[in-house]
């Protein structure tokens, strides 16, 4: 495939020229943090947790299906029923002011997770890494959590101390494949998630998190009028019911015969049983009309929120300068990689083009290739043990007829 350079010298000029801004963009992008796993160095960057002494421990690991391992591997979960925290500072410390700012890595539940966490945590630069926990403050969380039926990704901001989640549903995968999580925050307060690089989620950091009072209030001085009906329908006040309404819901069964043997001295006095009565007609009701008086529903008129201040810097954090994995995970064997924080969407890509790209293909048809072999061994252990069961079948057979014989001839 030809780089973004290689195309600009075959097109025209007015494509050249939008060709070079995008090369510009790319070169001109800031990385403030890349982490790929590609050797053992990684556990030097990434601080293990003290806060408590049974944290589970990452392992290295391309897993059971890859392209090239040094390329396609990552931290992954060892252990079951265990909580993982392990972090690691960026170079340097960032605000994100008046910039994108792109937060993107893969997860591999190779396990088949039934009950755990892939997200990331990203926090200011003076987070004690050293007692990372669930409790240390932080700027985004993002990622998949599975456990049961719920399947959905995270998008948790903090805001003045408090910790929002996202109004919307993202749901996330949860296969044992490799995917790509990529969110990206915007300087004009907007937002989108993105799943394999396809968009998951976009929106308003206003409208999609409840980071802001409401613009609106109902008017606590605004009172439903006494006289306000709200019945659509009432009763016909001229709608009688017929006399011959009432019968009983049981009557008791006609066609039943008292049994002979009926003893009413120890049996009692015979009742026959109760059967419904085919002409009950249920509790009446008098026929509904329209309300003259009806004025619909009545809706509570609302005002301006006096608490309401607008914030054109929600997607804001002055102070940007570390990220941590703090998850809790029933199976383990989870792997983690192509860790990636940058101002620039297009640098993002890029990355995924030179390493999930790459593996997702590869990834695939190995899987795929296995999973149809096993598929065929089990088979074929199906019908082997079908045809054992059927021999062990017609050799019970035989001995018992054998033994038939044998006392016939007695």
């Not at 998008?155 to 990206?184: A, F, M, P, Q, R």
Request: aromatic share 10%; net charge negative; with cysteine.
């Amino acid at each position: 495939m030809y780089s973004c350079s290689t195309w600009c010298r075959f097109i025209g000029n007015e494509m050249k020229s939008l060709c070079l801004l995008a090369i510009v963009a790319v070169v001109s992008a800031e990385v403030y943090f890349k982490e790929e796993f590609n050797d053992a160095s990684w556990e030097k960057r990434w601080v293990q947790s003290k806060h408590k002494d049974d944290f589970g421990a990452f392992k290295l690991s391309a897993g059971k299906f890859f392209d090239v391992e040094s390329r396609d591997q990552g931290i992954q979960t060892s252990q079951d029923a265990k909580f993982y925290s392990r972090a690691a500072k960026f170079d340097k410390e960032f605000s994100n002011k008046g910039k994108t700012l792109v937060i993107q890595y893969t997860v591999k539940h190779e396990q088949g997770i039934d009950c755990g966490g892939g997200y990331v945590k990203v926090m200011r630069g003076d987070a004690d890494l050293a007692d990372f926990h669930g409790e240390t403050p932080y700027n985004v969380m993002f990622g998949p959590d599975i456990c049961g039926p719920t399947r959905r990704v995270h998008v948790i901001l903090n805001y003045k101390g408090e910790n929002k989640l996202i109004k919307k549903e993202i749901t996330c995968k949860s296969d044992e494949l490799t995917h790509l999580y990529t969110l990206i925050l915007n300087a004009d307060n907007t937002y989108e998630v993105k799943i394999d690089g396809e968009s998951a989620q976009t929106g308003s950091l206003e409208e999609d998190w409840d980071l802001l009072p409401a613009k609106k209030i109902k008017d606590p001085d605004a009172k439903k009028p006494e006289d306000w009906d709200e019945r659509e329908y009432i009763d016909d006040a001229e709608d009688v019911k017929p006399e011959d309404w009432e019968k009983p819901e049981h009557i008791p069964d006609p066609d039943a015969k008292k049994p002979e043997d009926w003893d009413d001295e120890m049996d009692g006095e015979w009742e026959p049983p109760m059967i419904d009565n085919p002409e009950y007609k249920g509790e009446w009701k008098p026929k509904q009309i329209k309300n003259p008086a009806y004025k619909g529903k009545w809706i509570h008129p609302e005002i301006e929120n006096p608490e309401y201040t607008p914030d054109d810097e929600l997607y804001l954090y002055e102070n940007w300068g570390a990220i941590g994995f703090d998850l809790w995970q029933v199976k383990s064997g989870t792997i983690f990689d192509n860790v990636l924080i940058t101002d620039s969407v297009e640098e993002a890509e890029a990355h995924a083009a030179e390493t999930f790209d790459k593996l997702k293909t590869v990834e695939k048809e190995k899987k795929e290739k296995a999973d149809e072999e096993a598929r065929k061994v089990e088979e074929e252990a199906r019908k082997k043990a079908e045809e054992e069961k059927e021999a062990k079948k017609d050799d019970d057979e035989e001995e018992e007829k054998e033994e038939e014989e044998g006392h016939d001839e007695l």
